[in-house]
């Protein structure tokens, strides 16, 4: 493990309930491994199909930009600033994800353009797709 959750939070603002990203495993150049581990007694299961959890599609993807932001924020050049979230293309949710999955969310940036970043997104659960689509990231002071 590279960082933990503690870790994280030096680096992006997120907090919980929002905070979804437990570890980051990887970060090396342009690409980073995150995880989130999904436990039952996170808040959106209270109202998110209570009688059969399922993580919403949504919160998987913010999770995959989270890591994401981690890396773009870890870069000397964005120390200090805030990541955000600019948009999405070819969003696909291929599995379910529940409560007891470890996500793994890999994310790699091709590129900037005007400052925005563009990056492939990846979200599996035992090497199984659980997500997949392409990320947009503009970087503010």
Do not use: W
């Not at 948009?87 to 470890?102: E, F, L, M, S, T």
């Not at 199984?128 to 503010?140: D, N, P, R, S, T």
């Amino acid at each position: 493990m590279l960082l933990n959750s503690n870790q994280i939070q030096e680096i992006i603002p997120h907090r919980y309930p929002f905070l979804l990203v437990d570890q980051i495993i990887e970060m090396e150049g342009d690409h980073v491994v995150g995880v989130k581990c999904v436990t039952a007694n996170e808040m959106q299961f209270m109202g998110h199909f209570p009688q059969q959890h399922v993580m919403p599609g949504v919160l998987v993807i913010e999770a995959l930009a989270q890591a994401g932001a981690v890396l773009l924020l870890s870069k000397e050049e964005n120390k200090g600033k805030i990541a955000l979230f600019a948009g999405i293309n070819k969003a696909r949710i291929h599995r379910q994800v529940i409560p007891g999955d470890k996500l793994t969310l890999d994310v790699t940036f091709k590129g900037f353009r005007a400052g925005i970043g563009f990056a492939d997104a990846l979200a599996t659960v035992d090497g199984e797709k659980a997500v997949k689509c392409e990320l947009m990231f503009a970087v503010q002071q």
